[in-house]
């Protein structure tokens, strides 16, 4: 493994601190909670020294809290607490199976949602369904907190907005409404732990008649980040969510992908799945706002 | 690089070593504290050797550093069996030759421990998916799976 040291500081202060005092002696810090990524990549692709400072001590990225009309969900909890947690679950079926589908249990022991969004891969589940919920990140930095939507965090392959003294604390997600219904499906050529070849997460609000009133699609694994896609939203608002809706909306999607062809799958194939992957989540995300109500 | 000093508990006993930064779970453990039953095997998250339970959860020990184990409860394959003999995982896995090098086997047992002590009596898909992470080159899985099972009624019966 790579050389670093290690502290796991008890406060936000202490972390921002200790971010901008490592960033000023121009040396590396990085940020470290569940390390199911941090440690792998230290292990092998990029060994240069740093500081790892382990943020899963401080209370605000413990911190699960399901309020009246949000819920916050802090940086560091792992994947497995996430889906332990039946009101959680319930309010967000298809963010927590995002979550579930990352890596085996083993890892989802330890991998939280915050730290997949922080790694910033285009392919990271649980990023279309955290946009396709409206999430938005919870900042920490020297100047205080500040906000960003999930959807304009990822800069990059591998790269996001956090300046050097600022780290996730956590997510804060618009709780569903009365008719509200969420959905995530990846593509992969196995039916286990491996990496997405498309991803899309949907989540809309029906009437009472049926009709969709708002929409969020968001697409992963087909673009260097994950993409909110408004016109996919579009296609489906005002309709029943019928297969003519939905195609437009596949439609919609398989046109903002920018995919790459590598050994997982080519462009033609990811631009026509991740079209499929739309009709079938949208499809889910319908029936369970149907459903709850 | 100067060491860190860790106190922490394993099977229970309580434990203090000394370790730089970079030393993961599985080294301490077999290379500090002579527990040898926890094997490495890719060192990256994927095989699941090294399965060991940190605070009551499954994790892989190559993807948790030393340093985080500070106040912890570590429970390793040698914390499975008690004084009265083995585990009944343990009984079934030799019963229905569910190993034949042996290498993943600590790991499949402390996992299938994990897994029947939250799911008592879980079917054969929720064994095998929460089994994905845990690879086997001999058996082929099957005998896995069967032993799994029995163990499953075993200590439903017991209990």
């Known amino acids: ?134 999430a938005v990140c919870v900042i920490a930095g020297t100047g205080g907190e500040r906000v960003l939507p999930v959807e304009d965090f990822v800069t990059g392959v591998g790269r996001n907005a956090l300046a050097d003294d600022e780290f996730l604390l956590g997510l804060k997600i618009p709780n569903p409404g009365p008719r509200t219904g969420d959905a995530y499906l990846r593509f992969i050529p196995r039916t286990e732990m491996d990496i997405a070849v498309a991803g899309c997460g949907v989540r809309l609000d029906l009437d009472e008649q049926g009709i969709c009133t708002a929409a969020r699609v968001g697409i992963g694994a087909v673009a260097p980040t994950a993409l909110l896609v408004p016109k996919a939203a579009e296609a489906l608002i005002g309709t029943a969510v019928d297969d003519a809706a939905l195609a437009a909306a596949a439609d919609a999607c398989s046109e903002a992908a920018s995919p790459i062809s590598d050994k997982r799958g080519t462009v033609a194939f990811r631009r026509k799945i991740i079209g499929v992957l739309m009709k079938r989540a949208g499809a889910i995300a319908r029936d369970r706002a149907a459903a709850r109500s | 690089m100067s060491k860190v000093h860790v106190t922490t508990r394993v099977n229970g006993d309580p434990v203090e070593f000394l370790c730089t930064p970079e030393q993961t779970l599985v080294d301490v453990l077999r290379d500090t504290l002579d527990r040898t039953g926890t094997k490495e095997g890719c060192s990256t998250g994927d095989c699941g050797a090294c399965s060991v339970l940190l605070n009551g959860r499954l994790v892989c020990a190559c993807l948790v550093l030393a340093v985080e184990s500070e106040g912890a409860e570590v429970t390793t394959i040698e914390g499975i069996a008690t004084e009265e003999g083995l585990h009944p995982i343990q009984e079934k896995f030799l019963e229905h030759a569910a190993l034949q090098c042996g290498i993943c086997t600590p790991g499949f047992i402390v996992a299938t421990k994990a897994l029947l002590d939250k799911h008592p009596e879980p079917d054969e898909e929720t064994i095998r998916y929460w089994l994905a992470g845990n690879l086997c080159r001999c058996t082929g899985y099957d005998k896995i799976i069967r032993a799994v099972q029995d163990a499953a009624t075993t200590l439903a019966h017991e209990a």
Do not use: H, W
């Open chain 1, 1 to 134: 493994m790579g050389s670093f040291a290690y502290v796991a500081p008890k406060s936000v202060a202490e972390v921002t601190g200790l971010l901008s005092e490592i960033a000023g002696s121009g040396s590396r810090a990085q940020i470290m909670a569940g390390g199911t990524d941090v440690l792998v990549q230290l292990k092998t692709v990029d060994r240069s020294a740093r500081t790892l400072v382990d943020i899963k001590g401080l209370p605000e990225t413990a911190r699960l809290e399901i309020g009246e009309s949000e819920t916050y969900i802090g940086a560091a909890i792992p994947s497995a607490v996430l889906n332990e947690n039946a009101d959680l679950t319930a309010l967000f079926p298809g963010l927590t199976e995002a979550a579930d589908l990352i890596g085996s249990t083993q890892i989802q022991g330890r991998a939280s949602i915050g730290g997949n969004l922080c790694n910033s891969s285009p392919a990271g589940d649980s990023i279309p369904a955290l946009i396709a919920n409206g």
